[in-house]
């Protein structure tokens, strides 16, 4: 039909299925010698306009927006702060932000709010902010979703960022998804790799889909800001550098602004963790091949010596060995640690999606077909719970010498 | 309430996504990719425990609970599901003009049929759907509406007729958060055990008509809606290079701890040493 956002041309196509191959989405299929698409099943990512050699596929143009694209200057980040420490994740994004910023020869700059944050400021010029755009207010002591939103929707109005980047965290994602609504902005999830288009200057978010079966690059054409979240542990940190010189800009915001209609009532600190496991650089996790709860205490064991975090699987979870807070997995939490020892997990689609981006996988499981052995950078076909114990010795002797 | 003046009892509004299932998603092995046909559609996973927790504040304070979708018109499959299991209707919003949605338009598409429906006290969504990973539709929908929200709820303190006080997960542990109505929330897992339907809902749910909702049936802009009001289009989709071959420790459970901690000694050192 005339007013279909894809179509292929019958006089173009010759049928020789590329696109079929191509489409993630099992949308095409090949009628009469010729593709035909399915649009329910479509989502227009544009896998098949790519493959046709034989420019049979046109997909709609978005019609060109009405924002001008020169009024949007530097690289923002938003600089996540708990209690006054600077969530780590904000040093990678100033690291990745750099380069971006030197790409666009243009400024990177940090926003940071909280209230009595200020002298903060100087860590995220050392770590490569040119500048560092604060609110410092009581009703930014702790992070609020409307409050926070709103402060940073005021400034985005303000200064008109051409890029603005956030931690994929907790906050960040609750927080950005508000401010791009807001502000009109393309807003692209959980992000690995960031790079700027030479020819167009647009920025190119890849990001994994389907639990990192597939990888999607997104952009946000006729937009500003480029908004991006970006997962923890991808991006590297510039060395801080104390001598680095860089603006600091008290920002006042109107009276008024700053409301919130939910009120925090009290916070409960997690108190069966030690290391939680979005921040972990090792995670030692269990599943059901553990066989019982007292089995943990393995794992336990050899994450005290290693300062990793205890993960596990959902069925370990689900089981009520351990908390829900230790779930890897797609109905759990994503994980991106450099090493993650997965024990008596046979590796289910859903828990490689919460962790297969990890540095290196060491997989240990009883069954040789377990699919965690092929993902793994290091596989043992053995008991976990013999294994465990042998590689705490070993660690314990190994740290004590370094 | 949101548009309207009833204050009893309450209206929840629950938003479902229609998703491969991913339990019967399998991998090519030689090309690496997704084989998708004959794969299932199911309600994506936490949408399960918003619907399971619209339906326990609907037992304890009355009122009415609202399933709403967007997508291709098979996927008044979940609504049915979310009837089966005790909704009251469901909405399902469907129309090519919604085709090539991102969040901003998905969001903006979903809370103006919510718009609609006028007096909504609650909205709660799942935490982020299985296939998109995004978990920005919910905060753009209450954004849209101009709605106070509270995000990755894990447990309910308290409800009444104007109120929630909800524990959010977060990574250091748990926010009590008081939130007025009308608000939005998304959930997560550990809040509850989605019910199974009975037989009763089964019946209840194939009778059920859904309601169709297309463009032209609330008021929307269309310049906001489908490709044209999403500000994020995908540029390319490629198979991530697998994995670097792994490698296979063989040996006494000794011998294979041994060679275990030679290899990773030098990373952990540089993590923990």
Not at chain 1, 95 to 100: D, H, N, Q, V
Not at chain 2, 84 to 106: V, Y
Not at chain 2, 125 to 134: M, P
Request: hydrophobic share 45%; proline share 5%; aromatic share 4%.
């Amino acid at each position: 039909m005339a007013n279909d956002p894809i179509a292929v041309s019958s006089e173009k196509c010759t049928g020789c299925g590329r696109c079929l191959k191509a489409c993630p989405f099992d949308a095409i299929t090949l009628k009469d010698k010729l593709a035909v698409i399915d649009l329910t099943k479509c989502t227009l990512c544009g896998a098949c306009v790519q493959s046709c050699k034989f420019e049979a596929i046109t997909m709609v143009e978005k019609t060109a927006g009405d924002v001008d694209l020169k009024l949007f200057r530097d690289v923002w980040v938003f600089a996540e702060q708990y209690e006054g420490k600077i969530h780590s994740v904000t040093y990678e994004l100033l690291g990745k932000g750099r380069k971006l910023a030197d790409d666009l020869g243009m400024a990177l700059c940090a926003v940071l709010l909280g209230k009595g944050v200020k002298e903060k400021a100087q860590d995220l010029i050392a770590r490569g902010a040119d500048k560092v755009y604060v609110v410092d207010r009581p009703e930014l002591e702790f992070f609020q979703d409307e409050v926070y939103a709103a402060a940073l929707v005021e400034l985005v109005t303000k200064y008109k960022p051409n890029v603005l980047l956030s931690g994929a965290t907790t906050i960040g994602r609750s927080l950005v998804a508000r401010v791009a609504v807001k502000v009109h902005a393309g807003l692209t999830a959980d992000c690995t790799g960031l790079e700027i288009d030479p020819q167009t200057k647009n920025l190119l978010q890849t990001r994994p889909a389907f639990g990192g079966n597939i990888m999607a690059t997104i952009v946000a054409p006729a937009n500003r800001p480029q908004m991006s979240t970006v997962r923890h542990k991808v991006m590297k940190e510039l060395a801080a550098d104390p001598a680095r010189k860089g603006r600091v800009f008290m920002e006042q915001i109107a009276e008024g602004v700053l409301k919130a209609r939910t009120q925090r009532v009290r916070f409960e600190p997690e108190t069966s963790t030690t290391v939680n496991i979005a921040e972990a650089d090792i995670i030692v996790s269990g599943g059901r091949g553990m066989l019982k709860p007292e089995n943990f205490a393995l794992l336990n064991e050899l994450a005290g010596v290693l300062g990793a975090a205890v993960g596990a699987s959902r069925a370990a979870v689900d089981a009520g060995w351990i908390g829900y807070s230790h779930q890897v997995g797609q109905t759990g939490k994503t994980v991106c640690p450099k090493i993650y020892i997965a024990c008596g997990i046979s590796g289910q689609i859903q828990h490689l999606a919460g962790m297969s981006s990890s540095d290196i996988i060491v997989a240990i499981n009883k069954d040789p077909d377990a699919p965690i052995l092929k993902t793994a950078t290091y596989g043992i076909v053995g008991d976990a719970m013999q294994i465990l114990p042998l590689l705490t010795a070993e660690f314990k002797k190994v740290l004590k010498k370094s | 309430m949101l548009f309207g003046l009833e204050d009893w009892p309450v209206h929840i509004v629950v938003c479902v996504k229609q998703v491969p299932d991913t339990t019967s998603v399998r991998i090519d092995p030689e090309t690496n990719t997704l084989i998708r046909a004959g794969v299932a559609s199911i309600v994506n996973p936490f949408d399960m425990y918003a619907i399971e927790e619209a339906l326990r504040i609907k037992d304890k304070l009355g009122g009415k609970v609202t399933a709403i979708s967007m997508g291709p018109p098979q996927a008044d499959a979940v609504l049915r599901e979310a009837i089966a299991m005790g909704a009251d209707e469901g909405i399902l919003l469907t129309d090519r003009a919604f085709a090539g949605s991102d969040t901003w338009a998905t969001s903006y598409t979903i809370a103006a049929a919510i718009r609609k429906l006028g007096a909504v006290d609650l909205i709660i969504c799942g935490k982020q759907a299985s296939d998109g990973d995004t978990a920005q539709v919910g905060p753009g929908i209450a954004t849209h509406l101009d709605l106070p929200q509270v995000t990755y709820v894990r447990k309910i303190d308290e409800i009444a007729a104007d109120h929630v006080v909800a524990e959010r997960m977060l990574d250091e542990g748990s926010e009590i958060i008081r939130c007025p109505f009308p608000c939005m929330l998304t959930v997560v897992k550990e809040l509850n055990e989605p019910r199974l339907p009975s037989l009763r809902g089964k019946m209840a749910a194939k009778k059920a008509q859904i309601i169709l909702w297309g463009a032209k049936d609330f008021d929307c802009d269309p310049i906001n809606l489908g490709l044209n009001g999403s500000p994020t289009k995908v540029v390319k989709i490629f198979t991530p290079a697998p994995r670097g071959g792994g490698e296979m420790l063989t040996g006494e459970p000794e011998e294979v701890a041994r060679k275990l901690a030679e290899k990773i000694r030098d990373a952990v050192i540089a993590i923990s040493g």
